[in-house]
């Protein structure tokens, strides 16, 4: 398999979760999707989804399915594979 990721980037979601965060409707923000997430058990510093959508922060599995959730968005869009 080989990527067309730039070696910087550590995680595959980071386009996708900012592309549905603005596409909600409402607009979801970052703090929004934190607190989302936290409910979910999920607790991450508030630069995290700054990180994640600017692909230089890794994604966990566990972190993949709730932001999945959160954003009312199935993993597989989020990985771009439908």
């Known amino acids: 398999m ?3 990721n730039n ?3 550590r995680n ?3 386009d996708k979760v900012r592309l549905a965060r603005h596409e909600s409707k409402p607009k ?3 703090i929004d999707l ?3 997430l936290a409910v979910r058990g999920i ?3 508030k630069t995290t989804i700054s990180k994640i ?3 230089t922060r890794p994604v966990t599995d566990i ?3 709730a932001i999945a959730d959160a954003l009312g968005v199935s993993v597989l869009w989020l990985l771009e594979k439908e």
Do not use: P
Request: no cysteine; charged share 40%; proline share 0%.
């Open 7 to 9: 070696s910087k980037e």
């Open 43 to 45: 607790e991450l510093e």
């Open 53 to 55: 959508e600017a692909k």
């Open 2 to 4: 080989t990527s067309k």
């Open 63 to 65: 972190e993949l399915v």
């Open 12 to 14: 595959l979601i980071g």
């Open 28 to 30: 979801v923000t970052q």
């Open 34 to 36: 934190l607190a989302r």
